[in-house]
């Protein structure tokens, strides 16, 4: 995906919040199933690393243009 506007970029940069919140929280709990808590995070760090990849290119982006 490819962020076009500052709209997108205020969104992305929410939904990196909310997944950064999540993987934290995920990684404190204690009980229930260890591999499906693994596979969680691991899903969950992908969005991250994902997201963050989109900021760093629009920003690089606009940062050419100006």
């Known amino acids: ?7 997108e970029l205020s969104v992305t940069r929410e939904k990196l919040v909310e997944l ?3 993987y934290e929280a995920t990684q404190k709990e204690t009980g229930g199933n ?5 596979l969680t995070l691991r899903s969950l760090k ?3 690393n994902q997201l963050t990849e989109e ?3 629009y ?4 940062g050419d243009m100006r």
């Not at 260890?34 to 693994?38: I, N």
């Not at 920003?59 to 606009?62: G, I, Q, R, S, T």
Request: no cysteine.
């Open 59 to 62: 920003e690089a982006h606009v």
């Open 1 to 7: 995906m490819i962020l076009k506007d500052e709209l």
């Open 55 to 57: 900021i760093a290119r």
């Open 46 to 48: 992908k969005l991250i």
């Open 34 to 38: 260890q591999y499906a808590r693994e």
């Open 20 to 22: 950064q919140e999540q």
